[in-house]
Nanobody, 116 residues
Framework: QVQFVESGGALVQPGGSLRLSCAAS????????MGWFRQAPGKQRETVAV???????SYIESMQGRVTVSRDNANKMVYLQMNDLKPEDTAVYYC??????????WGRGTQVTVSS
């Protein structure tokens, strides 16, 4: 059974940092490209970061230089380190395989709120 469990979200002040974690199960993790996505209230879900099965990374332009995605294939984990957070980063963050339509299953996500 495919499952993604995200954690690490919190309320932080502008300029703060967070590290999100995602535990994947039910997939052959090491062959999959993985991504972090986010959805803010009233907005469409967008891709924040992608890490390929080979470790290549790409990021949404608005977070370039402030975010780093990494993976631990042995433990089927994906991480998102976010620095210098801004109010516009407020959203529910999800992880999934890329493309997410492969399994069409989403976890509950983890809430990130950036506010003073």
């Amino acid at each position: 059974q495919v499952q993604f469990v995200e954690s690490g979200g919190a309320l932080v002040q502008p300029g703060g940092s967070l590290r999100l974690s995602c535990a994947a199960s039910g997939i052959i993790f090491n062959i999959r490209n993985m991504g972090w996505f986010r959805q803010a209230p009233g907005k469409q879900r967008e891709t924040v970061a992608v890490i390929t099965n080979g470790g290549l990374t790409s990021y949404i332009e608005s977070m370039q230089g402030r975010v780093t995605v990494s993976r631990d294939n042995a433990n089927k984990m994906v991480y998102l380190q976010m620095n210098d957070l801004k109010p516009e980063d407020t959203a529910v963050y999800y992880c999934n395989v890329v493309p997410a339509t492969l399994f069409n299953i989403w976890g509950r996500g983890t809430q990130v709120t950036v506010s003073s």
